[in-house]
């Protein structure tokens, strides 16, 4: 059984630009969370979609944002790059709403590298 | 505002030296907390969900267990390739699948 599976899984990019991240979940899992890990920060939740609708969203600015897709598949951009965006973005995938008793399972990540 | 605080930051062990790690909590309406592992330039590897306090799970070397305010991750005749970063988070009741975290434990298992 596939994990799941981000891509691209490194990039960089240059300030300014946008950039946009993708997201496998796995086979039957409906919903996708997005994750930012930074040494300083560590891991702070941005955005979980359920069915193709956003249903929680962290705190930060709104040059994040996402989407899902009908086949559950997540994709995530971050417009107008600063370097403090430098980070792994992490995809998480589970197989109901959050009601409890269900696993969710991480991707390996994507390295985004603003310079 | 659900709080995750893991300790200590950093551990280093012997082969063989049994210890514990420690990830305190505050959460309103705790729906699961949840081990992961993760190795550097990895995504976190799910260990274990604990539900309710009481609850303990075992996995190997690996024993989890829960309470009220805390949980603990117990480590018995750790190897060197237990060396990783030992993540807690929490999933509290009317947030879905939204996960908290600690700042992790960076666990060094010396041979």
């Known amino acids: 059984k596939a994990g799941v599976t981000q891509t691209p899984r490194y990039l960089i990019k240059t300030r300014g630009q946008q950039v946009t991240l993708s997201c496998s979940p796995i086979?039957?899992?409906?919903?996708v969370s997005w994750y930012q890990q930074t040494p300083g920060q560590g891991l702070q939740f941005l955005f979980e979609?359920?069915?193709?609708?956003?249903?929680n969203k962290g705190n930060f600015p709104g040059r994040f944002s996402g989407r899902q897709f009908s086949n559950s598949r997540s994709e995530m951009n971050v417009s107008t790059l600063e370097l403090g965006d430098s980070a792994l973005y992490l995809c998480?995938?589970?197989?109901?709403?959050?009601?409890?008793?269900?696993?969710?399972?991480f991707g390996e990540g994507s390295w985004l590298t603003v310079v | 505002e659900d709080q995750v605080t893991q300790s200590p930051e950093a551990l280093r062990l012997q082969e063989g030296e049994s210890s514990s790690l420690n990830c305190s909590y505050t959460?309103?309406?705790?729906?699961?907390l949840f081990w992961y592992r993760q190795d550097p330039g990895k995504g976190p590897e799910f260990l274990f969900t604990l539900y309710s306090a009481g609850e303990e799970k075992e996995k190997e070397r690996l024993k989890a267990t829960l309470t009220k305010k805390e949980s603990f991750l117990h480590i018995t005749a750790p190897k060197p390739e237990d060396s990783a970063t030992y993540l807690c988070a929490v999933q509290a009741g009317n947030a879905g699948n939204m996960l908290t975290f600690g700042g992790g434990t960076r666990l060094m298992v010396k041979p």
């Open positions: 086979s039957g899992h409906r919903s």
């Open positions: 959460v309103s309406g705790l729906r699961g």
């Open positions: 998480a995938s589970s197989l109901a709403g959050g009601s409890g008793g269900n696993t969710i399972y």
């Open positions: 979609y359920f069915s193709e609708t956003q249903r």
